[in-house]
């Protein structure tokens, strides 16, 4: 079954760009159907839906960081990446690589199936 | 954005016990909700999508209801291993936006 994984560095500091990785195994980004997400969590907190990507390279951001916020893909390795800039103490979270949405007929069908086990990012000096 | 409420935050129940969590949105959102629920230290996982379907491999206690604004998770015979953080997730419009989750323990 699919199965994701995310990568990158666990400390950045502020002002600069927090970048990760999610690799996908057991599946191809490239096949289609499916979207492919970054989820955040914040130490005891909820959680937000960052932005997703097709393998075309079309994508949506969340309009509260859309400013800050790059997603992109590299289907010959199947994986996609997120960037986030400027960061602060606040950007500081668990980071979630997720599956979804998807398309059924003209339908998008909006949920995250599976996950990634998540990476901890402190922003800090 | 949509926002979404959760009720209560946080409830101990026994083993055997019916547990129910509620979910408002702030706008209707037809049945476009799904139910996740995160163990500690573990990634969300899928329970329920369209507001009353089971995703396939869980458990039949677990269950959904609901349409418009509201809607009802139901576990309806609490398991030890059901203790977990649940949350509500609308994606009626985007961006899609969670609840902020029902933490349950056993008494």
């Known amino acids: 079954q699919v199965q994701l994984q995310e990568s990158g560095p666990g400390l950045v500091k502020p002002s600069q760009t927090l970048s990760l990785t999610c690799t996908v195994s057991?599946?191809?980004?490239?096949?289609?159907?499916?979207?492919w997400s970054w989820i955040r969590q914040h130490p005891g907190k909820g959680l937000e839906w960052i932005g997703y990507i097709y393998y075309s390279g079309s994508t949506y951001y969340n309009p509260s960081l859309k400013s800050r916020v790059t997603i992109s893909v590299d289907t010959s390795k199947n994986q996609f990446s997120l960037k986030l800039s400027s960061v602060t103490a606040a950007d500081t979270a668990v980071y979630y690589c997720?599956?979804?949405?998807?398309?059924?007929?003209?339908?998008?069908?909006?949920?995250?199936?599976?996950w990634g086990q998540g990476t901890l990012v402190t922003v800090s000096s | 954005d949509i926002q979404m409420t959760q009720s209560p935050s946080s409830l101990s129940a026994s083993v055997g016990d019916r547990v129910t969590i509620t979910c408002q949105a702030s706008q209707d959102i037809s049945n476009y909700l799904n139910w996740y629920q995160q163990k500690p230290g573990k990634a969300p996982k899928l329970l329920i999508y369209d507001a009353s379907n089971l995703e396939t491999g869980v458990p039949s206690r677990f269950s959904g209801s609901g349409s418009g604004t509201d809607f009802t998770f139901t576990i309806s015979s609490l398991q030890p291993e059901d203790i977990a953080t649940y949350y509500c997730q609308q994606y009626d419009n985007l961006p899609p936006g969670f609840g902020p989750g029902t933490k349950v323990d056993i008494k």
């Open positions: 057991g599946g191809s980004i490239s096949s289609g159907g499916y979207y």
């Open positions: 997720a599956r979804g949405p998807f398309y059924y007929g003209s339908r998008m069908l909006n949920w995250f199936d599976p």
